[in-house]
């Protein structure tokens, strides 16, 4: 959505408090009594109300919102401007945009909406040929104390990096052009994992991937057990040189996301590296979405719960 479309859509508080709750009676409105879907609107107190047990809902309560003292306009313009760009926006600048004075309930509104956007990528499982490999982010490890004495580490085990699992879902191009690539990426899933165990990649794999796949990597030794939990395993041996040819959309992603990162946020906490790669993939996923993307991140808003 343009930034003059959106100003004449939602030109004040009331606007969006309308939108708001014409998306949550689509999706449905559960009563946390009861656990009944039944309810109507009361105009008079600006309230739900469940018509089995008469328990009252707010239009936050039950959504990302719940307990947020911003107004609907500020959480409304956030969304706007995390989704309005490929790059995104720094908690910073948001707050600036909004002209808040305390930049603590901007971030902590992103980080809500990061969320959001990661519990509804969880419900998807992708399926059909992947691309996997892992790959290293540089984070700031709060448990770590570097000194001159204490140097960090270098390559893997640093605790300057966070090992992230990345997967990428590719489909065959049925007309491809002339010097473009024969396959195209769909869907991507970056998972921040504590190690690279045979374990560890299984388990992420068997959550994040139909059990008929077919997943191509490198001959890492952690990757030696995906027969496993996939259909089918497809590891090659090739130099480090050669990684960005023999699986071109992971390392693509990879880089895209690290240079993301480093422009947007320059230093991430290890604790929130899920959240800002959450945000990123949820963008790439819907890159194609146009003036929808708003509206479904919304949705995905008002349906997710503190308390499910």
Not at 91 to 106: C, D, F, N, S, T
Not at 121 to 148: A, C, H, I, Q, R
Not at 163 to 189: D, H
Not at 204 to 209: D, E, H, K, W
């Amino acid at each position: 959505m343009k930034l003059i479309d959106f100003t004449n859509k939602f030109p004040d508080e009331q606007s969006c408090r309308d939108f708001f709750r014409e998306n949550r009676q689509k999706e449905g409105i559960i009563c946390r009594k009861c656990k009944g879907t039944n309810h109507y609107w009361m105009k008079s107190i600006g309230q739900f109300q469940c018509k089995t047990c008469r328990t009252r809902t707010t239009s936050r309560s039950g959504t990302v919102m719940e307990s947020s003292k911003l107004s609907f306009l500020d959480w409304f313009r956030t969304i706007h401007l995390m989704i309005a760009t490929k790059k995104g926006f720094s908690a910073l600048e948001v707050q600036r945009q909004l002209g808040r004075k305390r930049y603590e309930p901007v971030w902590y509104m992103m980080q809500k909406i990061r969320v959001a956007m990661s519990d509804r990528d969880e419900k998807y499982v992708l399926s059909g040929t992947m691309e996997m490999d892992e790959g290293y982010f540089e984070s700031v490890n709060s448990e770590y104390k570097g000194s001159p004495k204490r140097p960090a580490k270098r390559g893997r085990g640093s605790e300057k990096q966070t090992p992230v699992l990345v997967i990428a879902e590719i489909e065959k191009v049925k007309k491809p052009k002339k010097n473009r690539p024969a396959y195209r990426c769909k869907y991507v899933k970056m998972k921040v994992t504590q190690d690279l165990s045979s374990n560890t990649v299984n388990d992420i794999v068997r959550n994040s991937l139909s059990s008929d796949a077919k997943v191509k990597t490198d001959n890492y030794s952690s990757y030696r057990r995906l027969n496993e939990v996939v259909k089918k395993h497809t590891a090659k041996i090739f130099p480090p040189e050669k990684a960005g040819k023999e699986l071109p959309w992971v390392h693509i992603t990879i880089s895209n996301a690290k240079r993301n990162l480093l422009n947007c946020y320059h230093h991430v906490d290890d604790i929130f590296l899920q959240n800002y790669l959450d945000e990123f993939t949820y963008k790439l996923n819907r890159r194609y979405f146009g003036e929808k993307l708003f509206d479904r991140l919304l949705i995905a808003c008002a349906s997710f719960s503190w308390a499910a």
